[in-house]
């Protein structure tokens, strides 16, 4: 029987496991559904925050001297109500909706605007490394996010899922307060903070200096994170982290995630990564007669 | 070692050229960037200030490159006054090529839209029949004019200009003349790049005859290398699929001509 890639993080169903992480291309219907038709099993949005944006000052995105790509865009983004309107006609596309904010009434709000919108899941962006007072500041503060995934939690019938990474306290306790809040499934992991200075004109690239950096320099710690998590908490688990091959994909796998996000990997080879992952992993399932991605999920564990 | 297309490479402005009273023009030495395909375009890093996509000019010294920027906003007023001995980054090239094709050709270029007509015209073959229409809203704001008459002094050519008050050359717009000389004689390829209302009236009415046509779209950038998304038009990545695109294309595309999206994401009029 010809394997399958159809796989599900909780009770969200995916055709494919391989979704567009958030921040990625991310602002137009048109794009999702070509992203869609490239192989992506979902596609998450750009981070969405109650009022529309601008973001930082370029330069925001570089490829790095040794690898993986460094970036502070600052969360630019039409905003929850504009976003919606131009998503409202989507039938296709699975869209899981990345939302930023400060406080859970933000949260309350935006998820509102989406009443309208077939919308798979929520994404609750816990850890932006680059931006004051939302992401990885929520994320460090386990009273915020306990009050803001609860609210989430309560506003919508949808699945809702935290997005964590590494900021200043221990990540796995943000994964607990968020399971404990009801949480239905956690993103591990977001960029991490770093950054870049220019060796001739002496001054840090990018315009906000710190930003975060993802592609592959952070695959082997995101899939830390990953068996961590999964080796800890009974939760679904969507790996994220420099990954931009169907081998990197199926190590997410076996660490225990059941889906994966990429991003960085578009930058390096386009979007025919997620044909090419896709390929991969069937191919991969052939050899080793799997049937479904589910028989996969964790099996790194056992050693 | 071969360079990293995505890696900034400092470079030293060695020479600054007034065009207009808004435009100027700054020369720098890099190979690479001597050699990029029409229409190509490179990142631009203005330390301190921003950074900002940027069609590559031409130098007549080989090895050597230039932007032309005309100021306008907070990036473009920055780099337009780098002075000479002062260093800019440079990343890329990035993007596709105008399909030059051979024959009878029309160029439609409007304010720095001229900059990657003039690489076009390094291209030509000497038995291509070339005619250049260069827009402008007045004559203190022409460039180019002498330049793309000494690019194409060995071919067949036409160099017309229209200002928009008629102090100089013919009085109108551009894509007034791309109309009648569309409906005149059969062009084996027409090329614009300006003003997106310019290229639209362009593309439709080369178009709308069948003739082969490309324009070269510019978008708000952020990556330039289609991660950041800030770039689309429709389902087009203006970094990546283009910057370039034909007629078919474009004639398909239901933002091109319309709309625009800010530095939000939020779709714009033009």
């Not at chain 1, 949005?45 to 040794?66: A, D, Q």
């Not at chain 2, 060995?154 to 008629?166: P, R």
């Not at chain 2, 090329?191 to 779209?217: D, N, R, W």
Request: glycine fraction near 10%; aromatic fraction near 8%.
């Amino acid at each position: 029987m010809e394997p399958s890639l159809a796989t599900s993080v909780g009770k969200m169903q995916l055709d494919k496991p391989a979704m567009l992480a958030s921040g990625i291309l991310g602002i137009s219907l048109d794009v999702f559904n070509r992203l869609y038709r490239s192989g992506a099993g979902a596609v998450v949005t750009k981070s969405l925050s109650s009022e529309p944006w601008e973001g930082y000052p370029n330069p925001t995105i570089f490829s790095v001297n040794g690898g993986g790509w460094m970036n502070a865009v600052g969360l630019s983004n039409p905003g929850a109500s504009n976003f919606a309107k131009m998503i409202e006609p989507n039938v296709d596309v699975p869209i899981i909706v990345s939302l930023v904010g400060s406080i859970p009434k933000d949260f309350e709000m935006m998820i509102n605007e989406f009443k309208n919108c077939n919308v798979t899941a929520f994404e609750l962006n816990l850890s932006c490394p680059h931006v004051a007072k939302v992401g990885l500041e929520v994320g460090d503060d386990p009273e915020l996010v306990k009050k803001i995934v609860t609210t989430v939690k309560n506003s919508t019938t949808a699945p809702v899922i935290a997005k964590v990474g590494l900021g200043t306290t221990n990540y796995l306790n943000t994964v607990k307060t968020a399971i404990d809040s009801g949480i239905d499934a956690i993103t591990a992991i977001n960029t991490v903070r770093a950054m870049a200075i220019d060796v001739e004109t002496q001054r840090p690239i990018l315009s906000n200096k710190y930003g975060g950096l993802s592609g592959t320099p952070i695959k082997p710690i995101a899939l830390r994170c990953v068996y961590e998590i999964s080796s800890k908490y009974d939760i679904p688990i969507i790996g994220c982290g420099g990954i931009s091959t169907w081998e990197d994909a199926i190590e997410f796998f076996l660490a225990g995630a059941s889906a994966i996000q990429l991003g960085s990997a578009i930058g390096d080879n386009w979007i025919n990564v997620f044909d090419d992952i896709n390929k991969g992993v069937l191919q991969y399932m052939k050899q080793k007669n799997y049937s479904t991605i589910e028989e996969m999920v964790g099996l790194a564990k056992k050693f | 070692m071969q360079r990293n297309s995505n890696h900034t490479t400092i470079v030293t402005i060695e020479k600054v050229v007034d065009e207009t009273p808004t435009v100027r023009t700054l020369y720098f030495s890099d190979d690479v960037m001597s050699n990029v395909l029409p229409g190509q375009f490179a990142m631009v890093w203005i330390p301190g200030i921003n950074e900002l996509p940027m069609s590559v000019m031409i130098s007549n010294e080989s090895g050597k490159a230039a932007f032309t920027v005309r100021k306008h906003g907070l990036a473009s007023t920055g780099l337009f006054n780098i002075k000479t001995g002062e260093k800019i980054g440079v990343r890329g090239p990035y993007g596709n090529a105008f399909d030059i094709k051979q024959g009878k050709l029309l160029l439609v270029g409007g304010g720095t839209g001229l900059v990657p007509m003039m690489r076009l015209l390094t291209h030509v073959k000497p038995t291509d029949d070339v005619t250049v229409l260069i827009g402008a809203k007045s004559k203190d704001e022409v460039f180019f004019e002498t330049l793309a008459n000494e690019l194409l002094k060995n071919n067949s050519h036409k160099v017309i200009v229209c200002t928009d008050d008629g102090s100089y050359g013919e009085k109108g717009f551009v894509t007034d003349v791309v109309e009648k000389l569309v409906n005149e004689s059969n062009f084996d390829g027409v090329y614009t790049c300006g003003p997106e209302k310019m290229m639209y009236k362009t593309v439709q009415s080369a178009h709308t005859k069948g003739i082969f046509v490309q324009a070269s779209l510019e978008r708000m950038m952020k990556c330039g290398v289609g991660i950041c998304g800030s770039c689309c038009v429709g389902e087009d990545l203006a970094c990546k699929d283009g910057t370039i695109f034909d007629g078919n294309h474009l004639s398909q595309n239901k933002e091109f001509g319309h709309t625009h999206r800010n530095k939000a994401g939020i779709l714009e009029d033009y």
